[in-house]
């Protein structure tokens, strides 16, 4: 079992920028993929980046050339570093695992609002 909790959603301007953060527990040795995903009200959960293990990285393309993906050097922490936020990147964000197994865990959501 995997277990994920991310932190560093909240409230932004356009244009402004947040770090996202999502740590992982558990059976992190299991991990060979995480990734960040978002839900805004009345839509379907979309894919925003992913990373690998090996540090190959997929970006949606509402996210290329503003947001960036990484991972820590314990490799159980990924980050979703958003720049240039606009009023569409208002949804809530979640943080996904995969194992080997490709059994997908997802933590519980943070918040990004983007508003002047």
Do not use: H
Not at 24 to 51: C, D, H
Not at 55 to 62: F, I, L, P
Request: charged share 15%; aromatic share 8%.
């Amino acid at each position: 079992q995997v277990q994920l909790v991310e932190s560093g959603g909240g409230l932004v301007q356009p244009g402004g920028s947040l770090r996202l953060s999502c740590a992982a527990s558990g059976s992190i040795f299991s991990i060979n993929a995480m990734g960040w995903y978002r839900q805004a009200p009345g839509k379907q959960r979309e894919l925003v980046a992913t990373i690998t293990n090996g540090g190959s990285t997929n970006y949606a393309d509402s996210a290329k050339g503003r947001f960036t993906i990484s991972r820590g050097n314990a490799k159980n922490t990924v980050y979703l570093q958003m720049n240039s936020l606009k009023p569409e990147d208002t949804a809530v964000y979640y943080c996904r695992a995969q194992d080997s197994n490709n059994r997908p865990y997802w933590g519980q959501g943070t918040q990004v609002t983007v508003s002047s």
